[in-house]
């Protein structure tokens, strides 16, 4: 594959976080992420996910909206 596309970039995007791409390979998707900002700023938000998470899950939720949120998971699941 000589050039790629978003939907290659996209598939290949945890490879290329990883480092399991052959230098060829990366290369070419760099290449493609030089010239496309969609996939460039999709790349800079797929890397900054996990670090977001880690902040998200590391704050405590105020208890009434703990309770709040569970009583309304209970509701919907008694729907299901």
Known sequence: MSHHTCKDSISLMLEYIDGE???DVRARLEAHFGDCSPCE???KSYRATPT????????????EVATKLT?????ELKKA
């Open 52 to 63: 977001l998470c880690r902040k998200a899950l590391a704050k405590k939720m105020p208890g």
């Open 41 to 43: 700023e999709f790349l």
């Open 21 to 23: 791409l052959t230098q």
């Open 71 to 75: 009583d309304f998971l209970r509701r």
